[in-house]
């Protein structure tokens, strides 16, 4: 099984440019999470979803939209990068809630000129 | 709201050496405590769950303990090796279900042949 899967590895954009980070399970699992990790800051939840249908924010959601596409997808939208959303974006997800182990995907690393 | 603080930031030993990783956190009204691994470059890697209820678990060269009273948890590695080399990071989860797992900064070990 691949688990936690996310598309592109690598991107850099310039301010103001739009993208699509994209993520998919197969574990079939019900919660799916997106955080960013930055240096010193540890990682921050950007939104999270509870099961197919649902998105809720997290601790830093200004800038970002999410779409539950279907059970596996979970993707997290930029309409207009900043230099502050430089980071490394990671992608998780568990059988039930947050309370259960969590499943990374290998990352994003986004560069905003 | 909840705070979770890891001692020390960075850490190089020896190979062989038995060696102890600190987490402290700040709300004990936690569910669980989770201890994660993270390789340069790499996404998070589940190393040990402890409910709230346990006082440790085990797995392999790995045993992690939690005071929940004191808000405090340990990771202890046993004869380390070079391949332990990582950022290990802990991460208290919430209270109730679909809600955030909070994660401290990390502490960076370097083993040395």
């Known amino acids: 099984n691949a688990g936690v899967t996310q598309t592109p590895k690598f991107q850099v954009l310039k301010t103001g440019q739009s993208m699509t980070l994209q993520c998919a399970q197969d574990m079939n699992h019900n919660s799916m999470y997106w955080y960013r990790q930055d240096p010193g800051m540890g990682l921050r939840l950007i939104y999270y979803?509870?099961?197919?249908?649902?998105?809720d924010k997290g601790e830093v959601p200004n800038g970002y939209n999410v779409s539950r596409l279907n059970k596996r997808e979970f993707s997290l939208r930029l309409e207009s990068a900043a230099p502050s959303q430089t980071s490394v974006y990671f992608c998780?997800?568990?059988?039930?809630?947050?309370?259960?182990?969590?499943?990374f995907g290998p990352g994003t690393r986004l560069l905003v000129l | 709201k909840q705070e979770v603080t890891q001692i020390p930031a960075a850490l190089s030993v020896p190979e062989g050496e038995n060696l102890v990783l600190n987490c402290s956190f700040t709300d004990s009204a936690i569910y669980n405590l989770q201890w994660f691994r993270q390789d340069p470059g790499k996404g998070l890697t589940s190393l040990l769950l402890?409910?709230?209820?346990?006082r440790e678990q085990t797995s392999g060269r790995l045993n992690a303990s939690l005071d929940k009273s004191s808000g405090r948890s340990t990771l202890y590695i046993a004869a380390s090796q070079p391949g332990d080399s990582a950022t290990y990071l802990c991460a208290v989860g919430p209270v109730s279900g679909y809600s955030t797992l909070t994660f401290g900064k990390g502490t960076m070990l370097l083993v040395s042949p």
């Open positions: 998780a997800s568990t059988r039930g809630g947050a309370e259960e182990t969590q499943y």
């Open positions: 402890i409910q709230s209820s346990q």
């Open positions: 979803s509870a099961s197919e249908g649902t998105t």
